[in-house]
């Protein structure tokens, strides 16, 4: 088993930038790929970005130029740089971990789906307000 335990969530205005963590209690071969999806009210969870564990990440058209997904192997941490905030991104988001070796090529044109991903964490909100 590996818990995912996510922070860093909360609330901005448009235009302002957060910065999510996310922790893994160990590393397994479940742990190649981390990523962050989320889930606003509504709406369908949807994959934001993904880091393998040799640094290749991948992310959504949505967050192009805005987030920035990394990772500290030795640390076990996943971290989601989010600048430039729109009420848009306003969800839950959360941490998932899956063993696919191919998850952050960019030729999927975005995080791999849900069923992908073995474990997940508990979420943060993050709001953004105008």
């Known amino acids: 088993q590996v818990q995912l335990v996510e922070s860093g969530g909360g609330s901005v205005q448009s235009g302002g930038s957060l910065r999510l963590s996310c922790i893994a209690s160990?590393?397994?071969?479940?742990?190649?790929?981390m990523s962050w999806f989320r889930q606003a009210p509504g709406k369908e969870r949807e994959g934001v970005a993904s880091?393998?564990?040799?640094?290749?990440?991948v992310y959504a058209d949505s967050v192009k130029g805005r987030f920035t997904i990394s990772r500290d192997n030795a640390k076990n941490t996943v971290w989601l740089q989010m600048n430039n905030l729109k009420q848009e991104d306003t969800a839950l988001y959360s941490c998932?971990?899956?063993?696919?070796?191919?998850?952050?090529?960019?030729?999927?044109?975005?995080?791999?789906?849900?069923?992908?991903?073995?474990?997940w964490g508990q979420g943060t909100q993050v709001n953004v307000s105008s």
């Open positions: 880091v393998a564990s040799d640094g290749r990440t």
């Open positions: 998932a971990a899956g063993g696919h070796r191919d998850c952050a090529n960019t030729g999927w044109g975005g995080p791999l789906p849900q069923y992908e991903y073995r474990f």
């Open positions: 160990r590393s397994t071969h479940d742990t190649y790929c």
